[in-house]
């Protein structure tokens, strides 16, 4: 890909995205883009697709039905990765959307093998839905595509094939319809070409079902299940060219990574929804409300941070930096920020001359008020999780770094139900760390539901809305900077009795 900030190309830029079929709803993605692309496109289209593929990483760790992923596959692609335009220059304009925004991920995902096999799945899952969409003859092209080179050459069984091993073949489908035009091999008078000869390791998802016959090693399978071999060929080569792409751009293309790096780093931390820190910090939680506010409506990443600076009255850098833009995130002021790092510092031995050279200045930085005048957002999950602490560091997410022990006892102490600390601990087990949040999120809050967790100060500002409208708007007392300037404040009052959590 070549970058230029001329946003007016003309139609040639469209051929490196387009292989042999112009119209294919679907692409194996085998030929990288030649074309020229802005770096405004570059970004956005990369972000788009980021969309599309956390939405069904979501759907898929709620554990929703196949139905209800396949419609928020549906309308995520309708909203972010369209690939239905009724004329042809609108349907390549998509058509190359969805190539460059692929390859670009690929590239930023090749980086660790976390990071690959996030990729892989979310790709593989969205690959498998545009195929079962496709008609007959799309999904025949699309199988050519992948099985005509690398997977080996697609073959049906012959007809002296059939002959032998009808008997197995009747009793393993019977009268089970076998194509989209809803024969059975009963009813066919060729039924020997909607049976494939493919390799077993290539359909081991339809063992389980038993939905394929086993002879001297090959996989009998028929036309309706060969969706599974088109997408393990999808899967091998998508893998294999995720490892060859993190060997060349990270370690042949010094160049590029130095320029484009950065960029492809943020990707795999972006967090796509409101930064919350949108102009000027209006604060709501004065320092009286803060414990109050921490204990009851702060994620545990941020009240494990909060636990810390009050007991030990100190934190690392990186944890100063994560829990200080969340409190400016929630609508702490500045003066009010600066006045509790200070009372804090100087509980742990520092006087207030050491706190004003040493911690002061950052405290101003983050909220935009000395060096660039950057109004800097406060963390997204994203980046939480991908930070690596080290030692006694304590900055991070709870559900990634820290020991099973270690988060069942933060758990327990939070007052949650067996069943609901089972579950969360098998959706970290999982790597699901955001849904594991979201589930303690609705243990603490009865009735309370949010679609998604992708944000620390998002889980704060759900929090406040829940208690506000559970007590009348008396007992919540905060609310986010957004929110401040129309919202007047309320006191904060503790909780009549403890949250009782259940499955």
């Known amino acids: 890909m070549q970058f230029s900030s001329n946003r007016k190309r003309d139609s040639g830029r469209l051929s490196g995205a387009l292989h042999s079929n112009k119209r294919a709803k679907i692409s194996i993605y085998d030929v990288p883009p030649t074309m020229e692309i802005s770096m405004e496109e570059f970004e956005q289209f990369a972000l788009d697709r980021m969309r599309v593929l956390k939405a069904i990483d979501a759907a898929k760790a709620k554990g929703l039905k196949p139905d209800e992923v396949r419609e928020i596959i549906k309308q995520q692609c309708a909203l972010y990765l369209p690939l239905d335009g009724k004329d042809e220059y609108k349907f390549m304009e998509e058509r190359r959307k969805d190539e460059i925004s692929h390859f670009i991920l690929r590239i930023a995902y090749s980086k660790t093998e976390d990071l690959r096999r996030w990729f892989l799945r979310q790709e593989e899952i969205l690959f498998r839905h545009r195929f079962t969409e ?23 069984i012959t007809e002296h094939e059939w002959v032998m091993h009808s008997a197995g073949l009747q009793k393993v489908f019977g009268s089970a319809v076998v194509d989209d035009k809803g ?31 086993l002879v001297d090693g090959e996989a009998f399978v028929v036309s309706r299940d060969i969706v599974s071999v088109v997408i393990s060929n999808f899967r091998l080569r998508l893998s294999r060219h995720l490892t060859e792409n993190a060997r060349a751009f990270y370690a042949k293309a010094e160049e590029e990574a130095e320029r484009l790096g950065p960029l492809l780093e943020n990707l795999t931390n972006a967090y796509l929804g409101p930064s919350f820190s ?6 709501r939680i004065t320092l009286d409300k803060v414990p109050t506010a921490m204990a009851r409506s702060a994620p545990l990443c941020m009240k494990a ?14 944890a100063r930096m994560q829990f200080g833009l969340f409190l400016k995130g929630i609508g702490v002021t500045l003066e009010d920020s600066i006045a509790l790092w200070k009372e804090e510092m100087m509980r742990g031995g520092k006087t207030s001359e050491q706190f004003d050279k040493q911690y002061a200045y950052s405290i101003r930085h983050n909220y935009g008020m000395e060096g660039k005048r950057t109004d800097y957002s406060p963390y997204g999950c994203g980046k939480i999780i991908n930070q690596t602490p080290v030692g006694d560091q304590v900055h991070g997410c709870p559900y990634r770094h820290w020991s099973a022990q270690h ?30 949040c979201l589930r303690v999120f609705e243990a603490t809050h009865k009735g309370g539901t949010v679609d998604a967790l992708n944000h620390p100060n998002q889980y704060f500002q759900d929090s406040i809305k829940y208690w506000d409208a559970k007590n009348g708007d008396q007992a919540g007392g905060a609310a986010p ?11 904060t009052e503790p909780a009549a009795a403890p949250i009782e959590a259940s499955a």
């Open 134 to 156: 496709l008609d007959v003859q799309a999904r025949n092209h699309a199988i050519e595509m992948l099985t005509g080179t690398e997977g080996g050459k697609l073959l049906n």
């Open 183 to 213: 024969n059975t091999l009963q009813d066919s008078s060729d039924p020997w070409n909607h049976v494939y000869k493919v390799p077993f390791e290539q359909v081991l998802d339809l063992v389980s079902g038993r939905r394929l016959l």
């Open 278 to 283: 949108s102009g000027p910090v209006v604060g």
């Open 305 to 318: 941070l909060y636990d810390t600076l009050t007991d030990k009255h100190h934190l690392k850098h990186d």
């Open 407 to 436: 988060l069942q006892s933060a758990l327990a102490s939070m007052r949650l139900g067996p069943n609901v600390v089972s579950d969360v601990m098998e959706k970290v087990k999982g790597q699901h760390y955001q849904v594991a």
């Open 481 to 491: 900077a957004a929110e401040a300037a129309q919202t007047p404040a309320k006191p």
